[in-house]
């Protein structure tokens, strides 16, 4: 969950607090896609800082410029763009580490 705060020179928005995590800002040229991926040991969430888009399972959905959408462990999701560049603040919580992924599907060959 995100907990805003309200401060008199406006807000803060706390992603994790006391707890191990890492962050990343994910950048998807135009018309590119993610793998379809899941994760054992992790769970994701997604802050957009651009309107983009993602899969979570079979459902893809549009997502607005400050939308978040919350992974958990094993779940099947990816991000894809249509046309424009987007920008997703990324928050792993849990063991961050590239074996972890389990890719079903990828255009780039990547196993």
Do not use: C
């Amino acid at each position: 969950m995100i907990k805003e705060v309200k401060k008199p020179w406006g807000q803060e928005k706390h992603f994790v607090v006391n707890d191990k995590a890492t962050v990343k800002i994910l950048i998807v040229k135009p018309n590119q896609v993610l793998s379809l991926q899941k994760h054992k040991k992790r769970s994701e969430l997604w802050y957009f800082l651009t309107e983009g888009y993602a899969q979570l399972g079979s459902k893809q959905i549009k997502v607005k410029k400050g939308g978040v959408v919350n992974i958990r462990k094993g779940q099947v999701h990816r991000l894809f763009s249509k046309g424009k560049e987007i920008r997703v603040l990324e928050i792993i919580k849990g063991r961050y580490e590239a074996n972890d992924i389990i890719r079903l599907e990828d255009k780039y060959g990547r196993k």
